[in-house]
């Protein structure tokens, strides 16, 4: 009797011990596993952000699923999910870089378009001021006239610097400006009834 106990005392060491050391020899692969999505991410996570806001807040989730894993000692959780979480980052890293292509080539019709239309608004508009001699238009007071014309002179150089800083870096964020100035000056030319050249 004293035996067979020993012999299932000894076999149920023997088990806990084979346990650790599979537990032991998952640890590294896991955090090595981890350690590489987390770097993946870390790289490519602003450019997914921008580009697939939804499948970033996917991959935020399945990295922190990971964490959550590693954290409860799941390794086999983690080496498995980071293979998968591996595979759906380098999707949505060539997903990201498509969407930012067709993004800049209708940022690029965009600038086109603002090219050919915002001379005509901004030259109907200086003579607007300049026919008006100082004296705000029927309906306005001096002080809205002065407000208007401070508005229309910072649009007008928020698109001047755009166009004077386009570069390839600059790109996205020139035409966002001139955007910008073109929306407030066609909201300016509306309140005065001005057309375009």
């Known amino acids: 009797m004293i035996r067979i106990q020993k012999a299932f005392l000894s076999a149920a060491l023997a088990a806990v011990a ?11 692969p896991a955090e090595q596993a981890l350690a590489a999505v987390e770097a993946k991410f870390s790289e490519a996570g602003a450019e997914i952000q921008k580009y697939l806001p939804e499948r970033y807040a996917e991959l935020e989730k399945s990295v922190a699923g ?8 799941d390794y086999g ?7 998968a979480a591996q595979d759906a980052l380098k999707r949505a ?40 001699r100082g004296r705000p238009p029927k309906g306005m007071s001096g002080d809205e006239w002065k407000a208007t ?35 407030k000056i066609a909201a300016i030319m509306e309140k005065l009834d001005v057309k375009a050249s």
């Open 93 to 132: 890293v060539a997903d990201a870089r498509v969407a930012r292509a067709q993004a800049l080539a209708a940022l690029d019709s965009e600038w086109g378009e603002l090219v050919k239309t915002m001379p005509g608004m901004i030259s109907a508009m200086d003579r607007k001021i300049s026919s008006q």
């Open 77 to 83: 959780d983690v080496v498995t999910g980071a293979a």
């Open 18 to 28: 084979l346990g650790l050391a599979a537990c032991a020899s998952q640890k590294e």
């Open 66 to 73: 990971l964490r959550d894993s590693m954290a409860a000692e």
């Open 149 to 183: 014309i401070a508005e229309y002179d910072a649009a007008r150089d928020a698109w001047s610097k755009a166009a004077a800083d386009m570069t390839r870096a600059t790109f996205e964020a020139s035409v966002t400006a001139a955007r910008d100035a073109k929306a």
